[in-house]
T-cell receptor, first 117, second 115 residues
Framework: AQSVTQLGSHVSVSEGALVLLRCNYS??????LFWYVQYPNQGLQLLLK??????LVKGINGFEAEFKKSETSFHLTKPSAHMSDAAEYFC???????????????FGKGTHLIIQP | EAQVTQNPRYLITVTGKKLTVTCSQN?????MSWYRQDPGLGLRQIYY???????DKGDVPEGYKVSRKEKRNFPLILESPSPNQTSLYFC??????????????FGQGTRLTVV
């Protein structure tokens, strides 16, 4: 069985500061890993994903994440926070069979990112 | 435009009154799924469907039904809603590409309140 742990239900950073949202996973097989963003009153939008290959993955809006197998982590970072980054962020894991499809995603509990002016 | 459409976006109902939340996708996706989102719990899968007439339970199926009579539609049915089903519901769809990575597309969400 897969599971995802997101450390910190709320993270607050100043505008212009580094954003770091933590995600650790547990999976018996090498997983696919995802970060989704949810803006207020919106659905989920895929930020980035790791499947195979390069462990540093770049996504939209200047976000990136690094897959570290030894630490079972997939932390999300952005060098400089912008007010428009305020949203809920979800880390998710999927097995190879479903490949990130709608049938096989397991989500973390989410981290609410607050940007202080 | 490729999209997943849910209706209604907001619904307030009373305990025990049957309701249906519709979900439709225009991308010819085989896989469809329903999630509920609750504060502090993230998204939990209710039901999913791998194709027409093929559905299966997710992690929290109690109190819900689904059907998949057509590829594009995947309605969520609450036969006798209760207050603990007050939640934000999301429908998602994706292509079936076994063994390869794909992407789930999500609807805008349906906020349901059961009083």
């Amino acid at each position: 069985a897969q599971s995802v742990t997101q450390l910190g239900s709320h993270v607050s950073v100043s505008e212009g500061a580094l954003v770091l949202l933590r995600c650790n996973y547990s999976s018996s097989v090498p997983p696919y890993l995802f970060w989704y963003v949810q803006y207020p009153n919106q659905g989920l939008q895929l930020l980035l994903k790791y499947t195979t290959g390069a462990t540093l993955v770049k996504g939209i809006n200047g976000f990136e994440a690094e897959f570290k197998k030894s630490e079972t982590s997939f932390h999300l970072t952005k060098p400089s926070a912008h007010m428009s980054d305020a949203a809920e962020y979800f880390c998710a894991v999927s097995d190879l069979r479903s490949g990130g499809g709608a049938d096989g995603l397991t989500f973390g509990k989410g981290t609410h990112l607050i940007i202080q002016p | 435009e490729a999209q997943v459409t849910q209706n209604p976006r907001y619904l307030i109902t009373v305990t025990g009154k049957k309701l249906t939340v519709t979900c439709s996708q225009n991308m010819n996706h085989e896989y469809m799924s329903w999630y509920r989102q609750d504060p502090g719990l993230g998204l939990r899968q209710i039901y999913y469907s791998m194709n027409v007439e093929v559905t299966d339970k997710g992690d929290v199926p109690e109190g819900y039904k689904v059907s998949r009579k057509e590829k594009r539609n995947f309605p969520l049915i609450l036969e006798s809603p209760s207050p603990n089903q007050t939640s934000l519901y999301f429908c998602a769809s994706s292509l079936s590409i076994s063994g390869q990575n794909t992407e789930a597309f999500f609807g805008q969400g349906t906020r349901l309140t059961v009083v």
